[in-house]
């Protein structure tokens, strides 16, 4: 989950710059950064998910 957000800019950017021609590395980079923002924004609520349940199981239950 949180390797591919780390890693797609930084390997796809060399790699659009290697394989295509000048004129089309912008054309491929737009939906490389669209799903760079979706996988950030997407980590970002997996995340407070994860943090909200972790605390919820770690409280106690009232003793009456």
């Not at 796809?12 to 710059?17: E, I, Q």
């Not at 799903?35 to 997407?42: E, K, N, P, S």
Request: net charge neutral; hydrophobic share 55%.
């Amino acid at each position: 989950v949180f390797c591919s957000t780390q890693k797609t800019l930084a390997l796809g950017v060399p790699l659009a710059v290697a394989f295509f021609a000048e004129k089309d590395v912008a054309l491929v980079l737009v939906p490389l950064i669209a799903y760079h923002l979706f996988m950030l924004a997407f980590g970002g609520v997996l995340i407070s998910y994860w943090t909200r349940r972790n605390e919820e199981s770690a409280t106690p239950a009232p003793t009456t």
